[in-house]
């Protein structure tokens, strides 16, 4: 049986975090054991206790001492897999706008050989649903903004519902990963085109929070468009 990690970031997150678990370990399979490791930023709410109370011996729960970003979140995540053994490992939201009922697609297709595989909003077009429009032409053009500067073959660059098979993320210097919000999405699918590694999209429908406040701000905007350029600059410069 093959061991998959799911790996859920939260801070506040008390409204989801007691739903969004149990719908996660019941896709476990004959074939395949979920398992999921609540990376937990102090959230003031008690989203880490409430996770504990379940009492799963297949939910872990890393707690952090103060806000420190998704990006270093999802870092101790993965070092998390790579020390245990697991055998594949998910980045997923824990506010149900990344879907567990398409869990099963993407181990499908990282058994057809790919490296990574993306959960993308805009493959077929556009599949974001509860998004102001002003979110949506940000993101969207964000995208277009990110590809033609890095060259990423990606419709969906700054996805954050990903699929990576553990051997090959142990070929990624993770130390070197800089980015800590959004950007750090590019940064991750950045590296794994530099390497000529096979990357994967496929399509998901995407829905706003359910409950809780977005983490989306100013400085993450910020951060996402200037990372493209250092991306670009080092992979010229051979330093990625």
């Known amino acids: 049986m093959k061991r998959v990690l799911i790996v859920i970031p939260t801070y506040n997150e008390s409204e989801n975090i007691l739903n969004i678990i149990p719908e996660v370990l019941r896709k476990t399979t004959e074939d395949y054991q979920f398992n999921v490791l609540v990376v937990d930023d102090n959230s003031p709410d008690g989203t880490a ?6 009492g799963s011996p297949n939910v872990f729960i890393i707690r952090r001492e103060k806000k420190s970003g998704l990006g270093t979140a999802y ?9 245990n053994g697991f055998d ?6 824990a506010d149900f706008s990344h879907d ?5 697609q993407f181990l499908e297709k990282i058994n057809e050989g790919y490296d990574l595989v993306v959960g993308s909003r805009y493959i077929n077009g556009i599949s974001v649903v509860n998004w102001p429009i002003s979110r949506l032409f940000l993101s969207y053009f964000a995208n277009i903004y990110t590809r033609i500067i890095t060259g990423l073959k990606v419709k ?15 070929g990624i210097n993770l130390d070197n990963v800089r980015s800590n919000g959004y950007s750090f999405q590019i940064e991750m699918k950045f590296k794994y085109y530099a390497k000529k590694l096979r990357i994967c999209e496929i399509p998901i429908l995407f829905i706003d929070r359910r409950a809780g406040r977005s983490k989306m701000s100013k400085k993450v905007v910020y ?7 250092k991306l670009k600059l080092k992979s010229i410069f051979g330093k990625l």
């Open 49 to 54: 206790d409430m996770a504990e109370s379940l």
């Open 156 to 170: 969906d660059t700054t996805a954050g519902f990903m699929c990576y098979d553990v051997n090959v993320l142990k």
């Open 75 to 83: 870092i101790v995540g993965f070092k998390f897999a790579i020390k």
């Open 88 to 93: 594949y490992v998910f980045e997923m939201d």
């Open 100 to 104: 567990p009922k398409y869990l099963p």
């Open 223 to 229: 951060e996402a468009f200037y990372v493209v350029w």
